[in-house]
């Protein structure tokens, strides 16, 4: 076993896959109080998020969503830009 690891690295070494989450993008400083307190008070963010962006919406002030996710992102390894 280490032997192939060492002489085909390429093929035989060990990976190990990590993504960031979409979470970790977010800029915190647009999110209302409101929006930050329902996170701290235990509800699940995404299902947070998710409504209060269809209140936004449904009330006609749509959210910059580049901006929320801190700018324009790279294409990550196996997206399409």
């Known amino acids: 076993m280490f032997l192939l ?3 085909r690295p390429e093929k035989y070494r060990e990976r190990v896959e990590v993504r960031q989450s979409p979470l970790a993008r977010i800029d915190m ?3 209302p109080d409101h ?3 329902r996170v701290v008070d235990g509800e699940h963010p995404y299902a947070v998020l998710a409504s209060w962006l269809e209140q936004e919406r449904l009330a006609g002030t749509p959210v910059d969503m580049e901006r929320l996710l801190g700018g324009p992102q790279a294409p990550t390894e196996g997206q399409v830009g």
């Open 5 to 7: 690891k060492g002489l």
């Open 29 to 31: 400083k647009m999110l």
């Open 35 to 37: 929006v930050l307190r």
